[in-house]
């Protein structure tokens, strides 16, 4: 089975713009969950997608929203980007998105906002 | 609301020793997961091993175990006959077992194998 893939693996944008990441789960996995992680703020999450819907979300503003096909792959969006959204944003994919299955993730997209 | 910590920045190794990685954490919820994922330096982050909290016997998955300290809210990563390979970011993650199944990440410790 292919692994968890992430598009663009890296992106540069300049403050202002916006910017849509893409992740393709794992073949059958129906929950996608992102997160930022950061040298000082360490991993932190974003959202979970489960069968289109989003099923939980963090303490992100309003410029970051996300949404998930009917082919389970997901995509990030950030609006307005601030040089604070400089990270690698990972996302991971579980068959269901409890605890009774396990999250595996992908390899990240290195975002760098000038 | 639920917080995992790593007090433990960095740490170092001798190649085929023994290292313990220390983690403790605090949540409200009654029953939940705890993890240890390994990132290993430009790869993908990867599962470990993971415990649910109300078994009492500890994990294992070869090389590496657990002690499980419910009361004390302790959840340690031992890495025995360390390698080479080994040598990553750790993170200990919490999850819930409830609605809000999210994880709950601390801040990671770095882990360095010398040959």
């Known amino acids: 089975k292919a692994g968890v893939t992430q598009t663009p693996r890296y992106l540069i944008k300049t403050r202002g713009q916006q910017v849509t990441l893409s992740c393709s789960p794992i073949s059958g996995h129906r929950s996608v969950s992102w997160y930022q992680q950061t040298p000082g703020q360490g991993l932190q999450f974003l959202f979970e997608y489960f069968s289109e819907t989003q099923r939980n979300k963090g303490n992100f503003p309003g410029r970051f929203s996300g949404r998930q096909f009917s082919n389970s792959r997901s995509e990030m969006n950030v609006s307005t980007l601030e040089l604070g959204d400089s990270a690698l944003y990972l996302c991971?994919?579980?068959?269901?998105?409890?605890?009774?299955?396990?999250?595996?993730f992908g390899p990240g997209t290195r975002l760098t906002v000038l | 609301a639920q917080t995992v910590t790593q007090s433990q920045p960095e740490m170092s190794v001798q190649e085929a020793e023994t290292v313990t990685l220390s983690c403790t954490y605090d949540?409200?919820?009654?029953?939940?997961?705890l993890f240890w994922y390994k990132q290993p330096p430009s790869r993908q982050m990867i599962l470990v091993i993971r415990q649910e909290a109300y078994k009492q016997q500890n994990a294992t998955e070869n090389r590496f175990s657990v002690n499980f300290q419910k009361a004390a809210k302790s959840f340690s990563l031992k890495i025995s006959d360390s390698q080479l390979g080994d040598a990553a970011m750790y993170f200990c993650?919490?999850?819930?077992?409830?609605?809000?199944?999210?994880?709950?990440f601390g801040k990671g410790i770095t882990l360095s194998v010398r040959p």
């Open positions: 991971a994919s579980s068959s269901t998105g409890g605890v009774q299955s396990s999250q595996f």
């Open positions: 993650v919490l999850q819930p077992t409830g609605a809000n199944s999210k994880l709950t």
């Open positions: 949540t409200s919820e009654s029953d939940y997961y």
